[in-house]
């Protein structure tokens, strides 16, 4: 579902929480407006919360255009990037998407106003991000053949800004190339995306898929077996351990067990190299009222996890936008990171020798 719209200076956000029961549409026409949203808790996915963040920059610099070429501009600009970057603490992708509005391309420098080069960059950074997506989808169904059979498991990749991503994306490319034979998701709480969001996504393209509950998952393996699981991770450490939603580890452990090719799915920006291993990722707790709510359950408590993190050594691969990298991967991830360039729409460097 596309979850973000940009015109002429005003910014259309979907609310995330309310689709697919509602779909619900959040206008910004000002950065304060923007970080508001962003901080509401109605953006889930990160990387559409980034874009918007480009976006809102943007914003910023056309509400004080009439200071421009004046200290009061470049103020204004640090304020929203304070401001946004608050929205949402701790967010890679936000402070990403704006270290690069504060370093546009050379070659949109060049004999424009600042307003058109930030106008130009977020574009850019938008458009990037799809690119990436869509490489990132391309690298998963390289790995399949015809009558591939894939079991998924995400909360991720639904929400996008203009081209699916994450498992889900590679599952409705496989399907449309004609690879895959069955796409299988695999429900899992508190989220229950699986069935209220990611099976309607696939339906409106008539795409068919089975839907089962995450506790199935391995009699499922057992019985029907998969070609290949695929799973959304979160942020991967430097020695492979991933992050991931709730409900990963234990479908990792399954695979392991019965020989299914594990794979974790994100994207190069997301191998975090200063992380050495899982144990920083930490061991937060969720809302309990996630897992009672709504439910007559007296006065049980909830608990849940706020993430899994699984370990390297359950991972077959991970399908990023750059390439797949398998084991080793302090070796393969740094590789990655470090000397795997991005597939760009635009090379920069050409354009400014």
Not at 279 to 287: A, L, T
Request: hydrophobic share 40%; proline share 5%; aromatic share 6%.
């Amino acid at each position: 579902m596309i979850a973000i719209q940009w015109q002429d200076g005003v910014l259309s956000l979907l609310d995330q929480t309310a689709y697919p029961q509602q779909e619900t549409w959040l206008t910004c026409q000002t950065v304060e407006e923007t970080a508001s949203v962003l901080s509401s808790g109605k953006i889930v996915e990160e990387k559409i919360a980034a874009v918007a963040g480009a976006y809102g920059y943007c914003q910023a610099a056309l509400a004080h255009q009439k200071e421009l070429h004046t200290p009061a501009f470049q103020e204004a600009l640090d304020k929203a990037k304070a401001l946004l970057l608050a929205s949402r603490p701790g967010s890679r992708d936000l402070a990403a998407a704006l270290t690069f509005m504060e370093n546009p391309p050379a070659a949109y420098t060049k004999n424009v106003d600042q307003i058109t080069t930030l106008l130009a960059t977020a574009v850019t950074y938008d458009r990037q991000q799809v690119v990436a997506d869509r490489n990132l989808c391309r690298n998963g169904t390289d790995l399949m053949s015809e009558g591939t059979r894939i079991l998924i498991r995400t909360d991720r990749g639904a929400f996008h800004s203009a081209s699916p991503t994450g498992a889900l994306g590679i599952a409705r490319r496989g399907w449309k190339r004609e690879v895959l034979e069955k796409i299988t998701l695999c429900e899992g709480r508190p989220s229950l995306s699986a069935g209220t969001l990611l099976a309607q996504e696939l339906s409106k393209e008539n795409v068919p898929c089975t839907l089962i509950p995450d506790h199935a998952a391995a009699t499922f393996l057992a019985r029907q077996g998969a070609h290949m699981v695929l799973a959304d991770g979160i942020t991967a450490a430097k020695n492979g351990d991933v992050k991931a939603p709730v409900g990963t580890y234990e479908l990792a452990i399954a695979c392991y067990f019965h020989s299914i090719p594990f794979y974790a799915v994100l994207t190069g920006d997301d191998v975090d190299l200063s992380a050495s291993d899982g144990s920083v990722f930490g061991q937060e707790e969720g809302d309990p009222l996630s897992v009672t709510e709504n439910l007559a359950c007296g006065q049980a408590q909830g608990w849940t996890p706020a993430f899994d993190v699984v370990p390297a050594f359950l991972i077959t691969g991970m399908i990023t936008d750059r390439a797949i990298a398998c084991a080793p991967y302090e070796e393969t991830l740094t590789e990655l990171v470090e000397h795997t360039p991005r597939k760009t729409i635009i090379n920069f460097d050409q354009l400014t020798s």
